[in-house]
């Protein structure tokens, strides 16, 4: 698979797939197909140069939506400036994250459900098979590169062997994906491209993890300890545990409730000090909602045609069709394709790619509120 320290949300496999470009050459394999005599196989400096244009089209884009175009792990510490400082009633007041599209509050959490899993393949088709908890979340399921293959720990996200379709019947998951995303990480660190037609060129066990949200007290409270009379330190924090009562998880806001957890269950208790907390440390996943495990399609199009337009001259597209994409999402409007008035402002520039990236951020951000709109 097609990987990089260089974290994207869009798979680069997922790229290669929308711009036309051949897999197995994606993957430096060589399949006997006729390819470009210039640059016929990608490799992992080509892969982490990519890697760069689509993390940075990531970027603007949750700039400009306010969240990210797939679900992401993330902990934040929001100022917390409540309207009453009456005891007791700042936990109804409502705090906001700073990206929106909440899935979950906690943390990522990994329960290891088949280490070193053989992988078969049929064809064109590698399949991973693992016992699963009873009614898991198939987004929660994921296949990654072993230590032994050269992941630097169990279940590491840059190392994850995606996008996979996962089936589950009873405690089974059936895990599918190309072939050519379970080629040998140090092929791809080769220059020369490896033979798809031998065993050797793939790895032959991988790692079934289930990736999930541990709920357990996302929240912690902070006071300015000095403040509060706690401890000596002028410096230092005065905390308490707390849980979040979600209000609108499109939008990310939540009331905040100082609580203890007995048994996997939330206990509420008593605010520690008398006045409310300055800060409020938040750990949640937040991002647009997969779809029967893929990214929205108007936003994995987004992403890729956003990178066209941030790569370079020198960019190595190697076949035909990718390469008119590519062209085509670098060219400025002209007078069969005149700029429109409400595209006069848009922060990803001109050509079209940037175009439709805009007019997917239009269709897809949340609506202002009347109390955004009057500020």
Known sequence: MARSNVVTLLPLDRYAALMGLNLAHFNCLDDGQVNSVAMPFWNQTLHDLLAQYVAEAEANLVRALGFD?????????????PDTAEFYRWMFAEV?????????????????????ASVTFEADTATVTATVPEGVDLDEVRVFYREADGAPGTADDRWCIRPMTVRVSGTTATIQGHKAQFVRPDVLEGTAAAPYDQASSFVSQVDVCRVYTDPTLPLTLVWDALQVGEGSDPSADATQTATAWPVNQRRGTFSARPASNQGGVHLYEAPRYGIPPSHIDVAYLAGHPLQNGSIEPRLELAAARLANVLSPEFAVWVADL???????????????????????KNPFGFTNGARFAWRIVQEMRLPMTSEAMAV
Not at 69 to 81: A, D, L, M, S
Not at 100 to 115: I, P
Request: hydrophobic residues 30%; glycine residues 4%.
């Open 69 to 81: 175009i797939t679900p992401v792990y993330r902990q934040e510490r929001i100022r917390f400036q």
């Open 96 to 116: 906001c994250t700073s990206y929106q599209h909440v899935q979950a509050f906690g943390r990522r959490a990994v329960s290891v459900l088949a280490e070193d």
């Open 322 to 344: 990718a390469k008119t994409r590519w062209r085509y999402d670098r060219n400025m409007p002209g007078d069969d394709n005149p700029l429109q008035e409400a595209e006069l």
